[in-house]
């Protein structure tokens, strides 16, 4: 579309439903904050500049909506005399004279580029204001859209309506583009004879009409029109978010056992053929390649998975895991900035940190890599096709070569060159009868104990 665009984005609020210490729009939809969802949705409209309307921690607002490439400016709304006067906060970049003026809100994270493309498309084809309207069986406290002839004739609040205007299920939901070259003519003409005292944005349909201009509006899914205004609300967000990327993903080739009980972050990517198997956790950061298993109660974040690796059950991969191809992390493991290579075993109730483990390597039960002195962190390199027996500690940092053998219950704290076997544990020793001694002191014991009491 060769037109100019300015998307206004509300993110004012006190958020004082939501009862929290931070700014409502600053609270995370899928492990990433929901204003930062509006912007990358208008992002994709061809925008040219993001006008965010700021007020409580306005800063972090800003910063957090910081996504999508897009010039951002923060403008700062002191008072809260409603959405027309909100708008009006960003005047200096309204009047740069865009074609068109989107306004939307950092508390619909759910929303995304088509129903803005729509709107922008009715303004290019002559109207002077688009109302997003979405239709539902529930229409019970929002304002109803009345057209006629296909204008928008107005936007008609419940308190005020008929009987009949009450049945219309087309409702508004807030957003609005307007056309630029008249936004702040528009704008201006606005005023605050109500009970509240304050300017409301969707007085523009009766005074655009007024002025001669032409009023439409589209529509758009509710899901992708529902709001947040408390900690219930953001629930049923999250909710909506997830199911509707679970749906793509699978659409997509991925299998999902129950994909009710897995949860996705915004950036999570899983390809072709994978299989997550059921209460699966995806934080931020993780790739997971076409053809990896992820079986269940495993949480992942900031990883990869190869094709044809495996994760769990009961497994945690944290920031900088990389599992090659083929590769096996199992139950009760966790790895933290770790590279398992390729066909290499990390079978059960093992750590390993700050480690590079060689192609086809096998690390025995209980086995950890202690990366961290209480100071700094080191690193624990496993070559090519060593075996780590079970219940081994590697103490950081240490080189286990290429083929070599360590033997269970071993403390390794020296390099082990290729093809050596290093034992690292004490000489067993058995002392016949002492066991018998030592149970019948302890029974003894128990007893002085008893008849003291």
């Given at each position: 579309?060769?037109?100019?665009?300015?998307?206004?984005?509300?993110?004012?609020?006190?958020?004082?439903?939501?009862?929290?210490?931070?700014?409502?729009?600053?609270?995370?939809?899928?492990?990433?904050?929901?204003?930062?969802?509006?912007?990358?949705?208008?992002?994709?409209?061809?925008?040219?500049?993001?006008?965010?309307?700021?007020?409580?921690?306005?800063?972090?607002?800003?910063?957090?909506?910081?996504?999508?490439?897009?010039?951002?400016?923060?403008?700062?709304?002191?008072?809260?005399?409603?959405?027309?006067?909100?708008?009006?906060?960003?005047?200096?970049?309204?009047?740069?004279?865009?074609?068109?003026?989107?306004?939307?809100?950092?508390?619909?994270?759910?929303?995304?580029?088509?129903?803005?493309?729509?709107?922008?498309?009715?303004?290019?084809?002559?109207?002077?204001?688009?109302?997003?309207?979405?239709?539902?069986?529930?229409?019970?406290?929002?304002?109803?859209?009345?057209?006629?002839?296909?204008?928008?004739?107005?936007?008609?609040?419940?308190?005020?309506?008929?009987?009949?205007?009450?049945?219309?299920?087309?409702?508004?939901?807030?957003?609005?583009?307007?056309?630029?070259?008249?936004?702040?003519?528009?704008?201006?003409?606005?005023?605050?004879?109500?009970?509240?005292?304050?300017?409301?944005?969707?007085?523009?349909?009766?005074?655009?009409?007024?002025?001669?201009?032409?009023?439409?509006?589209?529509?758009?899914?509710?899901?992708?029109?529902?709001?947040?205004?408390?900690?219930?609300?953001?629930?049923?967000?999250?909710?909506?978010?997830?199911?509707?990327?679970?749906?793509?993903?699978?659409?997509?080739?991925?299998?999902?056992?129950?994909?009710?009980?897995?949860?996705?972050?915004?950036?999570?990517?899983?390809?072709?053929?994978?299989?997550?198997?059921?209460?699966?956790?995806?934080?931020?950061?993780?790739?997971?390649?076409?053809?990896?298993?992820?079986?269940?109660?495993?949480?992942?974040?900031?990883?990869?998975?190869?094709?044809?690796?495996?994760?769990?059950?009961?497994?945690?991969?944290?920031?900088?895991?990389?599992?090659?191809?083929?590769s096996k992390v199992g139950n009760?493991?966790?790895?933290?900035?770790?590279?398992?290579?390729?066909?290499?075993?990390?079978?059960?109730?093992?750590?390993?940190?700050?480690?590079?483990?060689?192609?086809?390597?096998?690390?025995?039960?209980?086995?950890?890599?202690?990366?961290?002195?209480?100071?700094?962190?080191?690193?624990?390199?496993?070559?090519?096709?060593?075996?780590?027996?079970?219940?081994?500690?590697?103490?950081?940092?240490?080189?286990?070569g290429d083929n070599a053998y360590?033997?269970?219950?071993?403390?390794?704290?020296?390099?082990?060159?290729?093809?050596?076997?290093?034992?690292?544990?004490?000489?067993?020793?058995?002392?016949?009868?002492?066991?018998?001694?030592?149970?019948?002191?302890?029974?003894?014991?128990?007893?002085?104990?008893?008849?003291?009491?």
């Amino acid at each position: 579309m060769e037109r100019t665009c300015l998307a206004v984005i509300l993110a004012a609020g006190d958020s004082t439903r939501m009862k929290s210490s931070k700014s409502k729009v600053l609270h995370p939809v899928a492990n990433r904050p929901m204003i930062a969802h509006v912007v990358e949705a208008v992002a994709k409209t061809d925008i040219g500049a993001v006008a965010l309307v700021v007020g409580r921690d306005a800063d972090e607002v800003a910063k957090a909506a910081a996504v999508g490439g897009v010039e951002i400016e923060a403008y700062l709304q002191k008072e809260r005399l409603g959405t027309g006067h909100a708008v009006l906060a960003a005047r200096d970049a309204i009047a740069r004279g865009y074609d068109d003026v989107i306004v939307t809100y950092g508390d619909v994270p759910l929303q995304t580029e088509a129903p803005l493309k729509a709107a922008r498309q009715a303004l290019a084809d002559g109207s002077d204001i688009v109302v997003i309207g979405f239709h539902t069986g529930k229409p019970t406290g929002y304002g109803r859209l009345l057209v006629k002839d296909g204008e928008l004739i107005a936007i008609r609040e419940e308190k005020d309506a008929t009987d009949a205007e009450r049945a219309v299920t087309w409702c508004n939901s807030g957003l609005m583009a307007i056309n630029g070259r008249k936004a702040l003519e528009l704008l201006a003409l606005i005023g605050n004879n109500n009970a509240k005292g304050e300017y409301y944005l969707t007085d523009l349909v009766e005074i655009a009409r007024s002025q001669g201009g032409r009023v439409t509006a589209v529509d758009a899914p509710e899901v992708e029109m529902t709001g947040t205004n408390n900690r219930a609300e953001l629930a049923v967000i999250e909710r909506l978010w997830q199911e509707r990327r679970r749906h793509e993903l699978m659409l997509s080739g991925v299998s999902m056992i129950a994909p009710e009980t897995v949860f996705l972050s915004y950036d999570t990517v899983i390809g072709q053929d994978a299989l997550i198997e059921p209460n699966v956790v995806f934080g931020p950061g993780v790739v997971i390649d076409g053809g990896a298993i992820i079986h269940a109660f495993s949480h992942i974040e900031g990883a990869h998975v190869s094709a044809g690796a495996t994760v769990g059950p009961f497994a945690r991969l944290r920031p900088g895991a990389d599992l090659a191809e083929g590769s096996k992390v199992g139950n009760f493991c966790e790895v933290k900035n770790g590279k398992v290579g390729e066909g290499a075993k990390v079978n059960h109730l093992t750590y390993i940190g700050d480690a590079r483990i060689g192609a086809g390597a096998n690390i025995g039960a209980g086995t950890i890599t202690c990366n961290y002195d209480g100071v700094n962190k080191s690193e624990t390199v496993i070559g090519a096709h060593a075996f780590v027996g079970s219940n081994s500690s590697l103490v950081a940092p240490v080189s286990i070569g290429d083929n070599a053998y360590i033997a269970s219950g071993s403390v390794i704290t020296n390099d082990v060159p290729a093809d050596a076997l290093a034992f690292g544990r004490a000489r067993q020793e058995i002392k016949p009868g002492r066991a018998k001694i030592l149970r019948e002191l302890a029974l003894a014991k128990k007893a002085a104990k008893k008849a003291k009491g």
